[in-house]
């Protein structure tokens, strides 16, 4: 049997910078927080939390802090949680994504213009919700087909279009196509990330050209779902995995070619178990 891995599979340069920061950390001897956790996979989260990193959830959570050094993990956080940090004086290491920081800027600026901010993403991720929260006017948040097709600008204002780095490129030019025949006036500032229009055009290929898929990936992984979603739609034969516990795959006969990739926030060691246990059972 042919495996065909992704060379874009796996960690991508946020997220491994922000892994590796929290790592560096525990070795100061201090108490280390991350806000959220550090990435959507169980397997790190808990390595870290036996290392005695604390994951603070909220904002209640995060006002009892009173020493210690608090992490912004890659999805970044609000403007918000940013002011209640400095406030409260705790050391802070902010491994918010670069591309993430990029989208705060250009959504501060343009809402203090006076645009309507418009995000397409997944409400309640807390990559978009940390981007809402640097728009100084309310921000809208469109998803799908028809919340675009609902979508109403009754100020006729001009409105600035951003992405969640992560969205699904091709239904990211959907959505806005939708939005720009409205006749609105319209600033399109594309904010996905290369590595991941990278990611979901490689998927794309490989698993045009298999006879099974494997997509690793938290269960929480936006990225990952993404990169499902799209596998499936090439390859009926996709699996979507955590870890090497999930493959239980019993591939018939005529399954010769079997492609594997992995999102964003996936060690590289999951995906060497993955691919060696298939190369060897298979």
Known sequence: MEVILAKSAGFCFG???????????????????????IIHNEQVVSDLERRGVKVIDSDDDLGKVKDGT?????????????????????????????????????????????????????????????????????????????????????????????????????KFQELVEIIEKKGYNTIVVNTICNATEERQTEAKEIASHVDAMIVIGGAHSSNTRKLYEICRKECENTYFIQTLDDLKLDFPNSVLRVGITAGA??????????????????
């Open 70 to 170: 608090i992490v912004i993990r890659s999805h970044g956080v609000s403007k918000e949680i940013n002011r209640q940090i400095e406030e409260q004086g705790i050391e802070c290491i902010d491994a918010t994504c670069p591309f993430v920081k990029r989208i705060h800027r250009v959504v501060e600026k343009a809402s203090r213009e006076g645009k309507q901010i418009v995000i397409i993403g997944n409400p309640g991720h807390p990559e978009v919700e940390g981007i809402r929260g640097w728009s100084e006017t309310p921000a809208v948040v469109i998803e799908s087909e028809k919340e675009a097709l609902e979508f109403t600008n009754p100020e006729n204002r001009e409105i600035c279009l951003v992405s969640q780095t992560t969205f699904n490129y091709n």
């Open 15 to 37: 997220v491994k910078r922000a892994v590796e920061t929290v790592y560096q950390q525990t070795e100061t001897g201090k108490q280390i927080y991350t806000y959220g956790p």
């Open 265 to 282: 926030s996936t060690p590289n060691n999951i995906i060497e178990e993955v691919q060696n246990y298939v190369r060897i059972n298979f």
